[in-house]
């Protein structure tokens, strides 16, 4: 044939890349991971709060960590599935999926808001936060009915 | 008619035989349960699912007959657990997602989207195989003891307390759900890829929009119930906790995630069903859609909305009570798409040359009965009532309102209306009238009393209501009303079965309806198209000439 | 351009062209995907969940982890996506032989991810880590975890991986058959790329699964309550 395959498989429509853009996007993503081997050593309390905020620290680090994956995702999606040269359908389907996933995450929506639900506590005018308590468990013997508020849990669950 | 298709030869023709249509190309049974054809995978749907949905009515029978007594002579607990799990599990997981998009849209989304098949023939094959796979995993788990743990599968006593077979069962529904899977992927690069030139996304028609929207729950929601089951079971045979509240986890978790799936699931049910009204009150009352936009939107926008909205299953479920406002708040907005429809039909209607044969009356009594399972839900939609109404048979009503008189309707308008163009046949329009008129009275006088009941306080899934005898005459009522439902639905096999021996053959478009599926012959040949169509026109292009002659080609047959 | 309704050309008889057949392939696959990402994000809500409100224990039941080990897959899986893509150029210049090297490196990533696995899942249930009547009750083993809470972390792990690593043999088992039909020159491979990189779209989504399964179970940060000490 007169054409060489590459230019055959040009003729086709769709672009051949070159072997480098694959093997710069390895190294990319082999970068990345190192990145968030370290990012988990980090204390992101001590640097961005100055110690006083460790949850928040927490957060951000579980943040940095989850971000870190979404663009090494992004990478591979874009270079290696091809997606950056597929049809905008294609790219519309593709970024539904992981646009989609947060709609299943708003779940934590309610047990977010469990905890501000005020309702009427086990001790007569007391009130509790909707999270309900095990009645009976003798980890709860310990407990004195004056800390009602805070002491009846299930110190099983942080859940209910 | 409207469109550039030649149409070579019409089956009316007697000079010219009848090239080979999809059903005569070939007759082994190789070349039935190997195909590659739409069509043929469409008609074996239509076997496997009113196989289904005559088993899942006998366990309704069985219900039913066990309720007439308020001591519950018939069954004992276990055993109606088992039989009411069977009932619903059959007619959810084997039915009611399956009837409308798999055997309709299977058949029709090809048709009138002017393509030769679906975009991935033989997955389409495999959702069949699959579809068949769960069926018989589900029915064996109902007959080696059944399962007592309700459709819902609610943990933890599904995932850590039950002694049936849950496990078994839960395979099948999770095989059942790949199925749902494929169609979908399938039906959404059909309609994206596989257009006939001229059919812009506005000249399809709603049937295909309905499904489009449908295929994209089936794609987003339903691998989330395959996770949650699979969760399930590996609670149960490998003993991964997950859902486990003794050592931590949580079952409302198993809830969240469940009807996060289940309830766009009853989308799935019933936007096919909304596509197939489209349809037919365009059809019998010879005028385009109106507001096409707005419908072909509405039905997106039930796709979407309807993800939003599964706390209102769960508010009675500990789950909080901010969460539960805002799910009442979004699930009142979703009854404005569904309003728009039946808005839209209704002036449809109106000015129309109605013409009543059985889909329109089937049409029009799906309106009616939707009505009412719609509203009745936006009762159940405000959190201080459905703390009143939850678990009683007002749920039972409602939702039998909607699914039943919803999309067990618009499946019979939808196979009375397109049986002439999948079989070459015509069936007795005049019993099929008059059993439409059956159908919805005995449908109403099964589930109407059931409002009533369920209003009054009766609980559902009890076998007994001896401590409120007062309950009895409602479910008398109701049984007599099952028993009349169901010789409605015995009656259309005998006259479609009997049409296929015997009735007379159908030309290509006995209706005078609009649409590229009537410009071929019936039943169509394989390729669907002798020629590609080219679509110049509007849908729904209905117009005076075309229409008095297609009155003058009804009256002329006697309808 | 290949016409349709002939018998040996790679369009299907519903396509006009190659190029519509193609495109439809590759929506068809990423509508999949999306699917796949549905039922992995099932899992990862749950993980989600339990984590938030046991961040201690499972911060100390993760320990027994090796995020080494974890990190050589890491590593594996990456190579082994990019020389599943080189293997997708390769099919596109039809360059048979380098196609087949390439795929056989790939299963061969796969069975040493497979194999690090098992020494993985082994030593875990040698030291009893499986969740059940067997869980052991041994504070060292777990870091002084709570039991109940270790056993979610271990039923999560294990569900997750588990479920990650059936799709990585499903994934070589199809690139096995891949490297079959290049060997035996089918035209369905030969003729067109697009099955090859249909094949190849599902590996790199088992790749991007492990991207996020990684850091989530063996790179976790130390939560404050560890930190602080309560």
Redesign the interface.
């Known amino acids: 044939m007169a054409k060489s395959p590459l230019h055959a498989a040009e003729d086709h429509g769709h672009h051949v890349q070159p072997t480098s853009m694959y093997i710069k996007t390895a190294v990319i993503l082999a970068v990345f991971m190192g990145l968030t081997i370290l990012a988990a050593q980090v204390d992101f309390g001590d640097i961005v709060t100055g110690g006083r905020n460790h949850q928040l620290g927490y957060y951000i680090n579980n943040l940095v960590a989850v971000g870190i994956a979404a663009f090494k995702a992004f990478i591979v999606v874009m270079f290696f599935m091809h997606l950056k040269w597929a049809s905008s359908t294609a790219k519309v389907w593709a970024l539904m999926g992981f646009f989609f996933l947060p709609v299943l995450f708003s779940v934590f929506c309610d047990y977010g808001t469990r905890s501000h639900e005020v309702v009427n506590g086990w001790i007569p005018g007391q009130t509790e936060t909707a999270l309900p308590r095990v009645i009976g468990s003798k980890d709860q013997e310990h407990l004195d009915p004056k800390f009602a508020n805070e002491q009846n849990r299930n110190p099983k669950s942080n859940l209910y | 008619m409207s469109t550039t298709v030649k149409t070579p030869i019409s089956t009316d023709d007697a000079a010219h035989p009848p090239k080979l249509n999809y059903l005569t190309n070939g007759h082994s049974l190789r070349s039935w349960l190997l195909t590659e054809d739409h069509k043929r995978i469409a008609i074996l749907y239509l076997i496997s699912v009113s196989f289904f949905f005559m088993l899942g009515g006998a366990f309704a029978g069985m219900i039913r007959w066990e309720l007439t007594s308020p001591a519950g002579n018939f069954l004992e607990s276990d055993t109606y657990n088992r039989v009411f799990t069977a009932h619903g599990a059959i007619m959810v997981f084997l039915f009611l997602l399956v009837a409308v998009p798999a055997v309709l849209g299977n058949f029709l989304v090809?048709l009138m989207i002017g393509?030769?098949?679906?975009?991935?023939?033989r997955?389409n094959l495999l959702s069949w195989y699959l579809y068949t796979a769960a069926g018989t995993l589900i029915l064996i788990s109902v007959v080696s003891g059944g399962v007592d743990a309700g459709w819902t599968f609610y943990t933890p006593y599904s995932s850590l307390y039950s002694n049936s077979n849950v496990s078994l069962c839960l395979v099948g529904v999770f095989l059942g759900g790949f199925s749902s899977?494929t169609t979908?992927?399938?039906f959404?690069?059909?309609v994206?890829?596989?257009r006939a030139p001229g059919m812009t996304w506005f000249r399809l028609p709603l049937f295909v929009w309905a499904n489009y929207a449908t295929g994209i729950i089936m794609?987003?929601?339903?691998?989330?119930v395959?996770?949650?089951l699979?969760?399930v079971i590996?609670e149960r045979t490998?003993?991964?906790?997950?859902f486990?509240?003794?050592?931590?986890?949580?079952p409302i978790?198993f809830q969240?995630?469940f009807w996060?799936y289940s309830h766009p699931a009853v989308y799935i049910m019933v936007l096919p069903s909304f596509g197939v009204i489209s349809e037919v009150i365009s059809a019998f009352s010879r005028k385009r859609v109106f507001g096409y936009h707005f419908v072909a939107f509405s039905s997106l926008a039930i796709a979407f909305l309807g993800?939003?909205v599964w706390?209102h299953h769960m508010f009675v479920s500990?789950?909080?009570?901010?969460?539960g406002v805002?799910f009442s708040l979004i699930t009142f907005l979703l009854a404005v798409p569904s309003a728009i429809k039946i808005f839209n039909w209704t002036a449809t209607m109106a000015k129309g040359n109605i013409h009543l044969n059985s889909p329109m009356i089937y049409a029009i009594g799906f309106m009616g009965l939707f009505l009412i399972g719609g509203l009745t839900g936006l009762f159940l939609a405000a959190m201080g009532l459905d703390v009143h109404l939850t678990a009683t048979y007002f749920i039972v009503a409602h939702f039998h309102y909607v699914m039943v008189g919803g999309t067990v309707m618009g499946f019979m308008a939808g196979l009375h209306f397109w049986w002439p163009k999948m079989t070459g046949r015509l069936f007795n329009d005049n019993i099929a009238k008059w059993n439409a008129v059956v159908v919805f009275l005995g449908f109403n006088l099964t589930f109407f009393p059931q409002f009533i009941s369920g209003w009054m306080g009766m609980p559902r899934r009890y076998h007994y209501y001896y401590f409120a005898p007062e309950y009895q005459i409602y479910n008398i009522l109701s049984t007599m009303g099952a028993t009349v439902l169901g010789v409605g639905f015995v009656v259309p096999v005998i006259y479609l079965i009997k049409s296929l021996f015997t009735g007379e053959k159908s030309g290509d478009n006995p209706w005078g309806a609009h649409g590229l599926e009537w410009q071929t012959t019936s039943p169509p040949p394989t390729?669907n198209f002798y020629y590609s169509p080219i679509v110049t026109d509007d849908v729904y292009d209905y117009d005076p000439v075309a229409e008095h002659e297609a009155s003058r080609e009804l009256g002329a047959r006697g309808h | 351009m290949a016409a349709h309704g002939h018998a040996d050309s790679p369009v299907k008889f519903q396509y006009e062209d190659i190029d519509q057949q193609n495109d439809t392939y590759v929506i068809g696959m990423w509508a999949f995907m999306v699917t796949e990402i549905m039922f992995f994000g099932g899992l990862f809500l749950i993980y989600t969940l339990y984590r938030m409100n046991y961040q201690g224990d499972w911060w100390k039941a993760h320990e027994h982890l090796s995020w080494q080990m974890g990190g050589i897959n890491t590593l594996n899986l990456l190579v082994s996506s990019m020389l599943m893509a080189l293997a997708v150029r390769s099919a596109q210049l039809k360059e048979r032989m380098k196609v087949i090297g390439l795929l056989s490196m790939v299963v061969g990533c796969g069975a040493l991810f497979m194999i690090i696995k098992y020494f993985e899942y082994s030593s875990k249930i040698a030291d009893r880590l499986y969740p059940g009547p067997n869980f052991t009750l041994d504070p060292t083993v777990l870091h002084g975890a709570n039991l109940d809470h270790a056993q979610l972390f271990y039923g999560l792990y294990f569900g997750m991986t588990g479920l990650h690593g059936v799709h990585v043999v499903v994934g070589m088992i199809l690139i096995s058959m891949l490297i079959k039909f290049w060997w035996q020159r089918k035209k369905v491979v030969t003729e067109d790329y697009i099955p090859t990189e249909l094949i190849g779209l599902y590996w790199h989504f088992v790749d991007i699964v492990w991207i996020f399964l990684y850091p989530l179970f063996y790179l976790m940060p130390k939560p404050y309550s560890v930190i602080g000490g309560h």
């Open positions: 090809p393509a030769r098949d679906l975009a991935f023939p997955i899977i979908g992927v399938n959404i690069a059909t994206h890829r596989m794609m987003l929601g339903t691998p989330v395959a996770i949650t699979l969760c590996f490998f003993q991964l906790p997950i486990s509240p003794e050592l931590g986890g949580d978790l969240h995630m996060f993800f939003l706390g500990s789950q909080s009570m901010y969460q805002a390729e």
